[in-house]
């Protein structure tokens, strides 16, 4: 038996390794994404004007629970096929994540009057109604906002993680090939 070339371990965060990242990663994609997308399905029959942008947001994230998925499989099991495909995917997904963002967020704006109307139904009599339903609609806003640009740095962090990982894997695949010749003298 030839002796194997270490392959130095790539790490994030200083000092976790790639390897765990995609799996911790990885999992929270499935666990999220399922998460998100069961909420979006109970919010879809209870929504009115924003039913695109939701259908939108749902595959998006039923799209992540499956990526994911074959990323947990693929970190644990150390194939590097599986990690290949898992970075495409992942970063495939973050373009069409951020192109369905960008649509919901849009439609949020542009629906905004319509929710400060339906906020004031019934409230005529209340002098502080309006002021209260616009700061609502301007915090729904900006909590918006604020999650996606989360998510999406979270999901770009991924995205290097899940690369690092894939050059290590290269690394070591390679590794597993050279043969060292020591009788050669």
Same mark, same amino acid.
């Given at each position: 038996?030839?002796?194997?070339? %270490?392959?130095?371990?790539?790490?994030?965060?200083?000092? /976790?390794?790639?390897?765990?990242? !995609?799996?911790?990663?990885?999992?929270?994609? *499935?666990?999220?994404?399922?998460?998100?997308? %069961?909420?979006?399905?109970?919010?879809?029959?209870?929504?009115?004007?924003?039913?695109?942008?939701?259908? &939108?947001?749902? !595959? !998006? @994230?039923?799209?992540?629970?499956? &990526?994911?998925?074959?990323?947990? $499989?693929? =970190? &644990?099991?150390?194939?590097?096929?599986?990690?290949? /495909?898992?970075? =495409?995917?992942?970063? *495939? #997904?973050? %373009? *069409?994540?951020?192109?369905? =963002? &960008?649509?919901?967020? @849009?439609?949020?704006?542009?629906?905004?009057?319509? @929710? $400060?109307?339906?906020?004031?139904?019934?409230?005529?009599?209340?002098?502080?109604?309006?002021?209260?339903?616009?700061?609502?609609?301007?915090?729904?806003?900006?909590?918006? $906002?604020?999650?996606? $640009?989360?998510? +999406?740095?979270?999901?770009?962090? %991924?995205? !290097?993680?899940? #690369?690092? @990982?894939?050059?290590?894997?290269?690394?070591?695949?390679?590794?597993?090939?050279?043969?060292?010749?020591?009788?050669? +003298?």
């Amino acid at each position: 038996m030839s002796p194997r070339a %270490a392959v130095r371990s790539r790490t994030f965060c200083c000092c /976790i390794p790639v390897r765990a990242g !995609v799996i911790l990663l990885s999992l929270l994609g *499935f666990l999220g994404g399922g998460a998100v997308s %069961a909420v979006g399905i109970i919010s879809l029959k209870k929504s009115s004007g924003a039913e695109k942008s939701l259908i &939108i947001q749902i !595959v !998006v @994230y039923v799209l992540l629970c499956v &990526i994911s998925l074959l990323g947990l $499989i693929g =970190g &644990i099991g150390r194939k590097l096929l599986l990690v290949r /495909i898992y970075f =495409g995917m992942l970063v *495939f #997904h973050l %373009a *069409f994540s951020v192109g369905g =963002g &960008i649509f919901a967020i @849009y439609r949020v704006f542009k629906d905004s009057p319509n @929710y $400060i109307t339906e906020c004031l139904l019934g409230k005529e009599s209340d002098p502080n109604a309006q002021k209260t339903c616009e700061q609502g609609a301007s915090l729904l806003k900006g909590l918006m $906002i604020t999650v996606f $640009i989360l998510f +999406w740095a979270l999901e770009t962090w %991924a995205c !290097v993680i899940v #690369h690092n @990982y894939n050059r290590q894997l290269e690394e070591e695949e390679a590794t597993r090939s050279v043969v060292k010749d020591t009788e050669a +003298w």
